[in-house]
């Protein structure tokens, strides 16, 4: 039935790619991060939807005759060039045949995310967008924390089987990444009834990253918790009511939750940190010998065998970090370049922090660019230890980063030519008046 139900919804939304290429965008976005598919029993388990939509977009996207124009950004050209890096080291990789099959996956996201910032072009489809995002990830969220509160915390909050997020760790990750973008959609609410459901979305789903009992989750939750109050309005207020909410979940989490998180201090012992530390070593002494690292899928029990502590006990074969994982399967080069695209949309957000505070216009763009920001600080933190360096909403926030900065200078430069006009005098330079001197001049010249 939900194969059945699945099937139809997608049909039903399908034919108006073909007339309005951004909807494919839409439908791409939940498909590949809410892995709708994922949830069913039947044919629609393993369903190309993803990739029927992809074409479709494509397609319509070059039939349209709507202007289309990729932004050369900093992020942009960063991003291409990583790209291109990965394409080389998976020439040299060492598996060959799983670093194929992984890159057959990690430049469709890729192709993807730059289509997405060729068609969402205007501050409304880039907030419909954002409630996409939300929407398909916050269901897990909203139902995750339930269950947590339902259950006591006795047992994990996970995701959907075969896709990015079905770990707990993974789910842990994706859902302190979407609370700072509820907030922004709760800022921009003008409906109470929106605003309400919104704060209690946030508070749910920041819930159920802890019942993911992910202990990586827990750190980039609180990282991500600081720079959400310091960076939201009444941030006193709001870092209270998030201490307070934490504080009483905290209390009704088990004792296996506890001593699992107290794990965290006492890593000489813990098993699994050990084998972090492993997986950390074995990646740089790859990138310390092979200029382009060992290639996608290099985490193998070779690869430990030959760059590894062999006095360590090998745990799992996991990276166990994004920053571990992009440096031991591409090198430094492909390290450098990861964390320099980091930069570029962490500094872009700055700006456009700066810029659209000039006027009441743009504020939209300083609360988007600030919980961007937040976002990719839970994704910093919460990733140092885990293994999801190719994880799409990632790449498709950066992707929001450089449309939002974009909108936000096309705003602020049409708002300072409305606010000033040329006159030009019989004899001498242009001058520049204010907005209140237009209708003036206009009566007396």
Not at 199 to 223: E, F, K, N
Not at 241 to 260: L, N
Not at 317 to 322: C, L, Q, R, V
Request: proline residues 3%; hydrophobic residues 50%; glycine residues 8%.
């Amino acid at each position: 039935m939900r194969d059945i139900a699945l099937t139809l919804i997608f049909m039903g939304i399908l034919p108006f790619v073909f007339t309005r290429p951004y909807i494919g965008i839409y439908l791409w976005t939940w498909l590949s991060l809410m892995n709708p598919h994922r949830l069913t029993y039947g044919f629609a388990f393993t369903f190309p939807f993803a990739q029927i939509v992809a074409i479709a977009t494509l397609g319509a996207m070059l039939a349209s005759k709507e202007p289309k124009q990729l932004p050369w950004t900093r992020e942009t050209v960063v991003m291409l060039i990583f790209i291109l890096w990965m394409l080389l080291t998976t020439f040299f990789s060492m598996y060959p045949d799983l670093a194929w099959e992984q890159w057959g996956k990690v430049w469709k996201i890729m192709l993807m995310v730059y289509v997405t910032m060729m068609l969402i072009n205007t501050r409304e489809k880039l907030d419909w967008l954002i409630w996409v995002i939300v929407v398909s990830l916050g269901l897990y969220g909203v139902k995750g924390g339930i269950f947590t509160i339902l259950t006591g915390g006795a047992f994990r909050v996970q995701g959907p089987l075969g896709s990015f997020i079905s770990g707990n760790n993974e789910m842990g990750l994706a859902l302190i990444m979407i609370i700072p973008l509820m907030r922004y959609l709760h800022l921009q609410a003008r409906h109470v009834w929106i605003k309400n459901g919104l704060m209690a979305a946030m508070v749910l789903t920041g819930i159920a990253a802890i019942g993911t009992q992910s202990r990586g989750a827990l750190v980039g939750l609180a990282v991500m918790g600081v720079f959400l109050a310091l960076k939201s309005r009444n941030r006193l207020f709001l870092l209270l009511a998030m201490t307070i909410v934490a504080g009483a979940v905290v209390k009704i989490m088990p004792q296996e939750w506890h001593d699992r998180m107290a794990s965290i201090k006492n890593y000489e012992e813990d098993e699994s940190a050990q084998g972090r530390l492993n997986a950390w070593e074995t990646a740089f002494n790859v990138a310390r010998h092979r200029v382009t690292g060992g290639g996608y899928e290099a985490f193998q029990p070779g690869l430990y065998y030959l760059y590894g502590d062999h006095s360590r006990k090998l745990s799992s074969t996991d990276a166990h970090s994004i920053y571990f994982e992009i440096m031991g399967e591409h090198g430094f080069i492909g390290f450098g370049l990861f964390i320099l695209l980091a930069w570029f949309t962490w500094n872009t957000g700055s700006r456009i922090r700066r810029l659209a505070r000039r006027t009441p216009e743009t504020a939209w763009g300083y609360d988007m660019a600030s919980m961007l920001q937040v976002s990719l600080m839970g994704y910093a933190s919460g990733g140092a230890f885990l293994g999801l360096a190719y994880f799409d909403l990632y790449y498709t926030l950066i992707a929001v980063m450089v449309i939002c900065s974009l909108l936000v200078r096309e705003q602020v430069a049409a708002a300072q030519s409305e606010e000033t006009t040329p006159v030009r005098g019989s004899a001498g330079p242009d001058i520049r008046v204010s907005a209140d001197m237009r209708e003036f001049n206009r009566r007396f010249q």
